[in-house]
């Protein structure tokens, strides 16, 4: 499956920002999908994922309450919204597909990556 990511941008703290990411072929339902992100100097951390269903959905404990993920499987789409974004929200925003089981943990490892978008959040 092939990812593109699109939707980042500048934004001011407290600001929000929504997330696409289209998959290609006729399956992308199948497919887990997972939100990363990259910060200058850093490495790629896990943000959210969502079941191919869209039923079952993870965060890490920092965004929590702030960002929420969800998926449109008729427009072969991700979302990733995000409220109350801080500066420390900066980063590029990858998403992610696997094709295996969804699990409410970080285990996954997935297979397909898109573009990054990049998220910049002034203070």
């Known amino acids: 499956v092939q990812l593109q990511a699109s939707g980042g941008g500048l934004v001011q703290a407290g600001g929000s920002l929504s997330l696409s990411c289209v998959g290609s072929?006729?399956?992308?339902?199948?497919?887990?999908m997972g939100w990363f992100r990259q910060a200058p100097g850093k490495e790629r951390e896990f943000v959210a994922s969502?079941?191919?269903?869209?039923?079952?959905?993870y965060y890490i404990d920092s965004v929590k309450g702030r960002f929420t993920i969800s998926r449109d499987n008729t427009k072969n789409t991700v979302y990733l919204q995000m409220s109350n974004l801080k500066p420390e929200d900066t980063a590029v925003y990858y998403c992610?597909?696997?094709?295996?089981?969804?699990?409410?943990?970080?285990?996954?490892?997935?297979?397909?990556w898109g573009q990054g978008t990049q998220v910049t959040v002034s203070s």
């Open positions: 992610a597909a696997d094709g295996g089981d969804w699990y409410p943990d970080m285990r996954i490892k997935y297979d397909y």
């Open positions: 072929g006729r399956t992308f339902r199948r497919y887990v």
């Open positions: 969502i079941s191919g269903s869209g039923s079952r959905t």
